[in-house]
């Protein structure tokens, strides 16, 4: 756990904070890497040509026997037996165990066509004969076990078109949950497990366009905001950048945010739209990288609303809404910052894979863990920053290493998951880091090009000359209004 103690003390504290610091697991990189080994692009099961595991079973495997496969991928999904909800995975996890497949990558969700149930997607390395023994053994502990394979005739990965399309934008990284993670400070904690699943289950219900629901927040949860608020408060006066300070202050005096209250998401989310068209949308846990960026295309921000564990204020394997609303909110609400968020959202929009992995490395280096200059001095802009009282004071001392923001290099970046960041990026303004990304993404290989609409709030398709006719007569039309007031105020 960091103590604000311990990383006050000179620079070699940073050293041996650095060695006892938590795993940070939060990482949307290895997301999109995780991304990469589910699906030829998309999540969404949809995508995915299934077949029931009773009557159909590849013939490949039929014609190879003999041949070592056991590095073959294979999707599996099911839902909960019964009411185990998660208990049912770990019963799966063992045949999968027993069965000797290396489970790779593992996803929860809420049942589509039954609120109350929660279903599985499961990827794992097969071995030889395995679709003989694993189907008939995972039916004794689950429902609804199916096999996909990946449709590889699917070029473009799906990605949503309208702002409630972001309703199927649930793809959550199950692994960091405390049902799953050992190393989660809440993993034997069953009280704090259930009280998290009870929060996380607005997300599943809510739908776009609903107030967020308001959560009572108990005492126990107050006052582990109130001391992760006050620690990070001391130092964002010398180490946030000014935008930071700006909207935090304002956030203070409206009387959003207080060291005593947890702001509720609906009024944060009316802050945020006042300020900069950003609005928030709770989610149950980690998403993967397609789904989180794909949010901020729509100036949506994917926020948690549980709080972490109280034995561990200053550090959370998984988001939550100490990082969310003192790291990210702040930031959101700075128009030219929120630009910069969502053009790294539409830039992901139907993407390969790999781009998304760049684009999820751009994003961590930048909106997690960016820094800029402002009047001479290095300040801290990344919400991962920002919201960590150790890492915040390693970053702006002369322990790592800074290197100006260029995304072709930042985006091929090796990142740094289990300690603090040993090179961070400076960015001279959000401006200026704004052209530098238009100038990468204008590279990104990509079949469609796509274009925001905020009046119908959805993507439009740039694909033939009459609709760049119409969208350039009304950017003409609104030129040509500013250019009259303009001429006549000087
Ligand atoms: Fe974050």
Redesign the pocket.
């Known amino acids: 756990m960091e103590t604000k103690k311990s990383t006050i003390q000179s620079n070699s504290s940073f050293d041996a904070m650095a060695n006892v610091y938590p795993t940070r697991k ?1 990482s ?1 990189i290895e997301d999109a890497h995780r991304d990469s080994v589910v699906s030829n692009g998309s999540v969404d099961l949809t995508s995915y040509p299934s077949c029931e595991s009773d009557d159909v079973f590849p013939e490949e495997y039929e014609s190879e026997k003999g041949i070592d496969v056991e590095k073959k991928k294979q999707c599996i999904t099911f839902s909960a037996k019964d009411d185990m909800g998660f208990a049912s995975l770990t019963q799966a996890l063992k045949i999968f165990e027993k069965c000797q497949m290396n489970v790779t990558h593992v996803e929860s969700r809420k049942c589509r066509n039954d609120n109350n149930n929660v279903e599985f997607l499961v990827e794992c390395e097969t071995r030889n004969g395995w679709y003989k023994v694993l189907p008939k053994n995972l039916k004794k502990v689950v429902n609804n076990v199916t096999i996909h394979r990946k449709d590889t005739s699917q070029r473009l990965p799906w990605f949503p078109r309208k702002t409630t399309d972001l309703d199927k934008c649930n793809h959550l990284m199950s692994h960091f949950e405390p049902d799953l993670d050992h190393d989660h400070p809440g993993f034997s904690d069953k009280a704090y497990r259930e009280r998290r699943t009870k929060i996380a289950d607005i997300a599943f219900k809510y739908r776009h366009g609903q107030p967020i629901p308001r959560v009572e927040y108990s005492e126990e949860e107050r006052s582990t905001w109130k001391h992760v608020y006050t620690t990070l408060s001391d130092l964002f006066p010398t180490h946030a950048c000014k935008e930071h300070i700006r909207y935090f202050k304002m956030l203070e005096k409206e009387g959003v945010y207080s060291p005593d209250r947890i702001p509720q998401l609906e009024d944060v989310s009316n802050f945020l739209k006042s300020q900069s068209g950003f609005q928030l949308r709770p989610v149950a846990g980690l998403l993967t990288a397609r789904d989180f960026l794909a949010s901020l295309a729509f100036r949506v921000f994917q926020c948690t609303q549980y709080v972490r564990h109280h034995t561990s204020p200053m550090h959370t394997p998984e ?1 939550d809404c100490c ?2 609303l003192l ?2 909110v702040p930031m959101l609400a700075d128009p030219e910052f929120a630009q910069f968020s969502q053009e790294i959202g539409i830039a992901s929009l139907g993407v390969s894979d790999e781009d998304i992995t760049k684009l999820a490395t751009l994003y961590w280096f930048t ?2 863990f960016g820094l800029c200059r402002q009047d001479g001095q290095i300040k801290a802009y990344g ?2 920053l920002l ?1 960590a009282y150790g890492e915040l004071q390693f970053a702006l001392s002369d322990q790592p290493e800074q290197r100006p923001f260029d995304p072709s290099k930042v985006s091929v970046q090796e990142y740094q998951d289990q300690t603090y960041q040993p090179i961070y990026y400076v960015t001279e303004s959000f401006e200026k880091a704004k052209a530098q990304m238009r100038k990468y993404v204008s590279n990104i290989n990509k079949p469609l090009q796509l274009r925001y609409n905020p009046f119908t709030q959805s993507i439009e398709v740039l694909e033939d000359i009459s609709t760049i006719r119409k969208i350039l007569g009304d950017v003409k039309n609104e030129l040509d209004t500013l250019l009259t007031v303009y001429e006549r105020l000087v």
């Open positions: 939060q949307l988001p990082h969310e790291g990210h909106v997690e919400a991962g919201s």
